[in-house]
């Protein structure tokens, strides 16, 4: 009957997931590269007259939008309208490539337009007291002028807002602002499109564009009236009793001698060791912080503490945790047995398959919501995820996937436990507990009653599936847990990474799918004898 009922809702998700509808960033893809990004970037400074050689660089996606703005055109326009609003002022994604040299303040960066690889802008950042020419405010009003018109605008269709000077130490450095005219498409409301431009000495450092927002509507937004405080100390409340219930229930299992500690430190191990892995495959993107102003040998001490001890403490959480849970659940223990898998394959992956319709569902379901209360909905501004700058994306994902699962699971485990064993006693900390998760799902931010609703109803429906799911279909079958929480996560790391046009991301995605589905072969693969699970 079970599977059945999985039949059904899996066919309702998957026609859910179907439902055409429009999400922000729609079509945006990376046609290049890091290696191409850098590639184009070396080329524009050369064409610049500046060497790029003698520079150190790194290269990372960056997202190009201000999401006040955004929330702002999506009160007024629907939420199509507004995408097509900012893809005309300016790109929502770029490669972003800093050239940098140690103990010197002077670097550049070069933004890519990820589409067509062409150099969308450059920045040069100067020390203040570099020396440089000192223009008269005319001379340099002419100077960004042209800039202007270099990069594609025609003045006449903005009005100069400012130009500000700045004296520097042996420069004049300015500041000028233009602002689109009234009945420029790209204002919208009270909000103008605005260009600025950035002149040190006789030389253009830096051309943005951008949206002058109201400033009443930016102090509302920014504001804390007493109810934001009110949702933010439930918040933190909320985390406060998990935590503090979590170890309440260590405690006890430490005083009780149930502790498995040498056999779960394998676990703390494994993490801690894939949590090096992790470092080490991201360590280059940490670049993109690095304060010239710091010794190379001090920047790179820093760095070999952190990919040190971060990956220990991991690991030691990892066996606190792991080692809690599978303490309370001994047969946890027989997923290492292919006998143990043989009995929970199948409803293993008949819960896989919900799970991905499901999650495939509710996602279209919550773009969906998006449209209908752009006004009020919150959006998700990661474009790109940050694996796409590491050295191996796929690496990188794959061991955030396996790190992800054990914690998840551990962690789902302990949560399930707690509640049952409230349950079972009937007791009242329960129901507080309940009350308290149920109000911290609403955005503590909202302004308005609306706001918190719509963030509210979008953070309740997959916690309402992953119950659902958990409550019919996973139970008491430890490998489903794993094998949910494994291929949910690397559904959707597959997706992105498929989803690109260029040859390198499809390479690595090609590569996280061998990685996946040799996972996948042993979870499945069960050789002898059915062996007895027992409920706990």
Do not use: C
Request: glycine share 8%; charged share 15%.
């Amino acid at each position: 009957s079970r599977i059945i009922l999985a039949g059904v809702l899996t066919v309702i998700f998957a026609a859910v997931a179907f439902i055409h509808v429009y999400r922000f960033g729609k079509g945006l893809t990376l046609h290049e590269s890091p290696r191409d990004a850098v590639q184009v970037s070396d080329n524009h400074l050369r064409q610049q007259k500046i060497d790029p050689e003698g520079y150190s660089h790194i290269a990372w996606t960056s997202n190009n939008f201000d999401p006040s703005a955004l929330h702002y055109l999506a009160e007024r326009k629907s939420l199509e309208q507004a995408d097509l609003i900012y893809r005309q002022a300016t790109r929502l994604a770029l490669w972003e490539v800093r050239y940098y040299r140690p103990l010197q303040k002077e670097e550049y960066l070069v933004f890519v337009d990820p589409s067509s690889g062409e150099v969308f802008g450059l920045r040069h950042v100067q020390d203040e007291n570099a020396p440089g020419a000192s223009l008269s405010a005319d001379q340099a009003r002419a100077l960004a002028e042209q800039a202007v018109r270099d990069h594609g605008y025609r003045l006449e269709g903005f009005e100069l807002q400012s130009s500000d000077a700045t004296k520097r130490k042996a420069r004049e450095d300015y500041t000028l602002v233009w602002q689109a005219n009234a009945g420029d498409p790209r204002n919208v409301g009270d909000a103008h499109y605005r260009l600025t431009v950035d002149v040190a000495g006789d030389q253009v450092v830096g051309f943005s564009r951008s949206f002058k927002l109201p400033e009443e509507w930016e102090r509302a937004q920014e504001g804390k009236t007493i109810v934001n405080n009110i949702l933010l100390g439930v918040t933190i409340l909320t985390f406060l009793t998990l935590v503090g219930a979590g170890l309440i229930v260590f405690v006890n299992l430490v005083r009780s001698g149930k502790m498995q500690w040498k056999r779960s430190a394998k676990f703390g191990i494994l993490l801690a060791l894939l949590g090096l892995l992790g470092a080490l495959n991201g360590l280059h993107t940490a670049y993109q912080k690095y304060d010239t102003s710091m010794p190379m040998t001090v920047w790179k001490l820093q760095l070999a503490v952190g990919v040190v001890v971060v990956p220990l403490l991991e690991g030691l959480f990892a066996w606190l945790l792991i080692g809690s849970a599978v303490s309370f659940y001994p047969d946890a223990w027989k997923v290492l047995s292919g006998a143990a898998r043989r009995v929970w394959r199948r409803d293993a992956l008949v819960a896989l398959v919900l799970s991905l319709a499901a999650g495939a569902g509710l996602s279209r379901l919550d773009a969906v919501l998006t449209n209908v209360f752009h006004a009020y909905a919150p959006f998700n501004d990661e474009l790109f995820p940050l694996a796409f700058g590491t050295v191996w994306p796929a690496a990188g994902m794959f061991v955030s996937i396996l790190t992800h699962t054990l914690l998840y699971a551990a962690a789902a485990g302990l949560a399930i436990f707690i509640v049952r064993t409230g349950w079972k006693r009937r007791v009242w900390w329960l129901w507080l507990g309940l009350v308290l998760i149920l109000v911290s799902l609403g955005p503590t931010n909202a302004h308005s009653l609306a706001e918190f609703g719509a963030g509210w109803v979008m953070s309740l429906l997959p916690v309402l599936a992953a119950a659902l799911v958990v409550g019919f279909f996973l139970r008491d079958n430890i490998l489903a847990y794993l094998v949910v929480l494994f291929g949910m996560q690397s559904a959707k790391a597959l997706m992105t990474l498929f989803s690109q046009p260029n040859k390198y991301f499809l390479q690595n995605g090609a590569a996280l799918a061998l990685l996946t589905g040799v996972a996948m072969v042993w979870i499945f693969w069960a050789s002898g004898g059915a062996e007895k699970i027992t409920d706990n």
